[in-house]
């Protein structure tokens, strides 16, 4: 009985860490950003009141990001974390890759110069409903202050050229808790010693 509890719990172990690595991936309809030219318009590092208002771990304070938007309507609007090779180019069309949306861009610097960039290990995000924080980080890198109407992106696309994801040391007044992994990793530990 002690053996099977002792393998139950390893295998509760594994298996998060497995769902953790699955729940990293692309999301959203990003069908109206494929082969669409985007030109550069900014970038910049995240500051700290940005981020103690989006609250966006996987772009804590000082991650590097570049602001890129489409050169017809403007509607479209991507920001590009941790992709510090981006700002070297003019304008970057999104492709799609055999694995995942978000990991290759044709980049393009002057008039002849073509590359094919890819970031892995990458996500993209497409939201369906329009999103303040793509415009607040494009006035911010453009230097201007937060807007008070809160003016939202119409197609919002936000990229991670990285996966880790950092926390940033927080005050301690700010309430804490603890972890999904480890609180399994504690039941596991009891079940173990049971």
């Avoid at 980080?137 to 992106?153: A, F, M, N, P, Y």
């Avoid at 309430?175 to 990793?185: D, E, I, P, Q, W």
Wanted: proline share 5%; net charge neutral.
């Amino acid at each position: 009985m002690r053996l099977y509890l002792t393998f139950f719990g390893i295998s509760i172990v594994f298996l998060a860490t497995l769902l953790q690595i699955l729940a990293i991936h692309s999301t959203g309809n990003c069908t109206f950003a494929k082969n669409v030219t985007l030109k550069f318009v900014c970038k910049g590092n995240v500051p700290k009141d940005m981020y103690t208002m989006f609250r966006d771990n996987r772009a804590p304070p000082d991650t590097p990001y570049s602001v890129w938007q489409t050169e017809e309507d403007d509607s479209a609007l991507l920001v590009s974390f941790y992709t510090t090779m981006f700002p070297n180019y003019d304008t970057i069309n999104l492709q799609e890759g055999e694995m995942d949306l978000g990991q290759f861009f044709l980049a393009t610097k002057g008039r002849n110069t073509n590359d094919l960039l890819f970031v892995t290990p990458s996500t993209l995000h497409c939201f369906p409903f329009g999103l303040r924080y793509t415009n607040e980080l494009k006035r911010h890198c453009l230097g201007q202050d937060i807007s008070e109407g809160g003016v939202l992106t119409k197609k919002p696309i936000i990229h991670y050229g990285s996966l880790s994801i950092k926390t940033p040391d927080l005050p301690k007044s700010d309430a804490t808790s603890t972890s999904v992994k480890r609180n399994l990793l504690l039941v596991v530990c009891a079940v173990i010693t049971y």
